[in-house]
């Protein structure tokens, strides 16, 4: 009876298989040929130079800065973030004391909630961006005037223009900026869940912390990986918040360096094109390593309800 | 049946969507520029030589001209195309202008695929690497323009009227001129004659007066310096000249030509210690690493602080900021010590607003013309009076009403007379100028994080990265 199959999937798949062959894998393999040669952005004409620019990646202090910052990112950023989502979530959909018809129901207000939480997803980065960036100035920024107005002159702080603190400030950008988002899936994953297996949990005297931990979690955990995935990805580029917010931009100091923004000052600013894509591969190799990790460590038995 | 665990639909329709999820934003950053085609010149032919029209221009042929539309805005190029279309009627309609703040974003696909356009002002922010187009030849040669009789005196050459050390900055090496500078910046310390003389000072000529007046101006509450701390290569606009001021123009000459141990000169350290003097005694606004250059010039502009390194683009970008009774002037940087090799009045001078006219141009002719407009008197005035500032047209301002900033400039100007230095790091070495030295180094030594020392360890450093790295083009001081 398998007879055929193959032969049924690749008719299927055979017109999405070219545009993905045209628009996705032409322009991977363009890359990594542009990657073996000199060019400079600035003109059509180029030579090939073998791995000069894979030695140079290696011996570049800026491009291991910006992996360092890009791993720091991958670790900090989704984790916060879904850690933050589901919280959020948890108490939005479960966390309320039980009222009169339900055991378990969310906290008093949550589908307001749910929209201000959402809320800064529907704001362009770009946005966001501009608006913490005011927001950090040292000068008049918000947050600044805020620590001034409760007396709290010490910890007034220089913000973006701190080597020390301005990544963790880009930090705090990303994760405000995705949370929101994280909430609503979760709580559309959440709701899903039958409400029996709380009551049950609940007759059986768990506590919240528990029915989080032996309910909720395992039954979210394909969402939850999904939005590891996605969240990564978000936080090995993180480009448009270096452009806008830091100084240089990509300083003080590197100290925001990451590889999406050297890529584009490689092929921007210095014209070296050619060094450009050797970053943009490592940056694939990176990407790809990350995926395989989250996916060979998130496997789970899967629960069917 | 049909489909079995062995494929398992749902994993192929998950791991496809991983794949796709993970390849999509990764490879848009290197797809967005593909190498383009060729270049299979399309060039328009040549016109009929006359005096009206000694660069030989076809009459009739389209001219595309893309100007950078920062703190000179572009209305002063939008008036001279209407010049050069009343010199060539036929080309009505035919000229078509853009303006952009991201002149490379928009121009290198252009270069790349072989069709840019006649006339390039590439300046700003994100100007393309000059470096980069000579060394890859991507321009055509100035000559025949610098060669033709001037618009106003068919006596005189185009090359005859520019202010001095202006074609010379427009050649890399040798005899070809790539490039003509439109703008001439006088770079300098800027300040409000106004606000000084409410603390009852004058212009302080030497260091030990500086630091006096920014004492008396922190008892009131106000800063001494401020600078765009988050574009921290405005500092050299006055510490440049100053170290020239101190150990003579070959010290820049030297850091230019990319020498060993360039930096470790003692007039360098003179300078850096004498600056980060100024973040030691607290005469730096408070918060300025922080700043953009629009909000440093604001708190300039608000009397907050007394001084900013800057050039004279800013009488024209701060405008809208600046109060009416303001009087901006600029100096020459202050004096060390009685030691220094150049007297009072050295100062940074040099051609601002790179224009080019690329090499695939098809109407090079064309450019080449516009400029010659646009360096006649009548588009030179204009221009002074548009955006305040000097051009490369040697005089332009007779019979102007300055304004006080752009007055103050061309006396600093004329008191400096020989003594005008023109280091040429931002223009030969971006990226080691404004990222490596500019915020890596000097940012980090105003913001009290680097020691002197230290911070010329750091320029060394780079210096000598830059020196080594043979995808960087070497130019040389003749």
């Known amino acids: 009876m398998q007879h055929g199959k193959y032969r049924f999937i690749a008719g299927f798949l055979a017109l999405p298989v070219i545009l993905y062959a045209v628009f996705v894998i032409s322009p991977f393999v363009q890359a990594i040929y542009y990657s073996f040669t000199d060019w400079t952005g600035l003109s059509s004409d180029f030579e090939m130079v073998g791995f000069k620019n894979y030695d140079w990646l290696l011996h570049d202090d800026i491009f291991w800065k910006a992996v360092g910052h890009n791993v720091l990112l991958l670790l900090v950023v989704p984790l916060v973030t879904l850690g933050l989502g589901l919280f959020f979530a948890f108490m939005l959909n479960v966390g309320g004391r039980g009222r009169k018809n339900a055991a378990v129901s969310g906290v008093r207000g949550s589908s307001l909630y749910k929209v201000i939480y959402f809320f800064p997803q529907v704001l362009s980065i770009a946005i966001v961006a501009l608006l913490f960036q005011f927001t950090y100035n040292p000068r008049n920024g918000a947050i600044n005037a805020f620590l001034g107005g409760i007396g709290l002159d010490a910890l007034q702080q220089q913000w973006l223009a701190d080597p020390k603190l301005a990544l963790w400030c880009l930090m705090a950008v990303m994760v405000w900026s995705n949370v929101g988002f994280y909430v609503v899936l979760f709580s559309a994953g959440m709701s899903s869940i039958p409400k029996d297996f709380y009551e049950a949990a609940l007759l059986d005297g768990a506590n919240r912390v528990k029915t989080f931990f032996k309910i909720t979690l395992p039954l979210l955990w394909d969402t939850v990986q999904t939005g590891w995935i996605y969240m990564g990805i978000i936080a090995l580029d993180a480009f448009a918040v270096v452009q806008i917010m830091t100084v240089g931009p990509g300083g003080p100091a590197d100290s925001t360096q990451v590889m999406g923004y050297y890529v584009y000052t490689k092929t921007f600013h210095d014209g070296q094109a050619g060094r450009a894509t050797t970053i943009g591969v490592a940056m694939l190799i990176v990407t790809l390593v990350f995926a395989v990790i989250v996916t060979r460590l998130g496997r789970r038995e899967r629960l069917e309800y | ?478």
Not at chain 2, 121 to 138: I, P
Not at chain 2, 145 to 171: C, F, H, I, Y
Not at chain 2, 368 to 388: A, C, D, H, P, Y
Not at chain 2, 427 to 451: N, P, S
Request: aromatic share 8%; with cysteine.
């Open chain 2, 1 to 478: 049946m049909g489909f079995s665990s062995e494929v398992g639909r749902r994993d192929l329709i998950k791991r496809s969507a991983a794949l796709g999820l993970i390849t999509v934003p990764a490879m848009s950053a290197l797809s967005a520029c593909a190498s383009g085609g060729d270049d299979d010149s399309k060039k328009v032919d040549k016109g009929k030589k006359s005096a009206k029209n000694p660069l030989a221009v076809n009459e009739s042929a389209a001219l595309d001209v893309v100007i950078f539309d920062g703190g000179f805005g572009q209305q002063y190029a939008k008036d001279a195309e209407a010049e050069y279309a009343a010199a060539f009627p036929k080309t009505k309609g035919k000229i078509k202008h853009a303006a952009t703040q991201k002149i490379q974003t928009v121009l290198q696909p252009r270069f790349n695929g072989g069709t840019p356009p006649d006339l390039v002002d590439n300046s700003g922010a994100e100007q393309m690497d000059m470096g980069t187009l000579v060394g890859k030849n991507q321009l055509t040669d100035l000559t025949p323009l610098l060669d033709a009789p001037s618009l106003d005196d068919p006596n005189k050459t185009v090359r005859e009227t520019l202010r001095p050390g202006v074609v010379e900055m427009g050649q890399f090496d040798g005899k070809p001129v790539w490039i003509l500078y439109y703008a001439y910046t006088v770079y300098g310390v800027w300040y409000s004659k106004t606000n000084l003389a409410k603390l009852d000072v004058e212009y302080p000529e030497t260091w030990d007066d500086m630091l006096k007046v920014c004492e008396k101006a922190k008892k009131k509450g106000i800063a001494g310096w401020t600078y765009p701390g988050k574009f921290p290569y405005y500092l050299p606009f006055s510490l440049y000249p100053f170290i020239a001021k101190i150990g003579g123009r070959e010290v820049l000459d030297s850091i230019d030509n990319l020498e060993p141990n360039a930096w470790k000169h003692p007039a360098v350290k003179a300078a850096f210690e004498a600056y980060y003097e100024l973040y030691k005694k607290g005469y730096i606004l408070k918060g300025t690493p922080g700043l953009s250059h629009i909000e440093s010039q604001t708190a300039w502009n608000e009397g907050k602080a007394l001084f900013i390194p800057n050039g004279s683009w800013v009488e024209n970008e701060a405008k809208k900021t600046t109060p009416d009774d303001f009087q901006m002037a600029v100096s020459a940087p202050s004096s060390l010590d009685k030691s220094d090799k150049l007297p009072f009045g050295t100062l940074w001078a040099s051609g601002g607003e790179p224009f080019i006219v690329p090499k695939s141009a098809k109407n090079p002719e064309g450019g080449m013309e516009l400029l010659r407009i646009m360096l006649g008197e009548k588009s030179t005035k204009n221009f002074i009076k548009q955006v305040s500032s000097l051009s490369s047209l040697n005089g332009g301002t007779d019979g102007l009403d300055l304004p006080p900033g752009l007055a103050s400039a061309q006396e600093a100007l004329t008191k400096a007379g020989k003594n005008v230095v023109n280091p040429r790091l931002q223009d030969w070495y971006v990226t080691l100028q404004k990222q490596q030295i500019g915020v890596g180094a000097l940012g980090e030594m105003m913001a009290g994080r680097m020691t002197p020392a230290e911070t010329i360890k750091k320029c060394q450093k780079f210096a000598d990265d830059t020196a080594k790295d043979d995808a960087v083009k070497k130019y040389k001081h003749v």
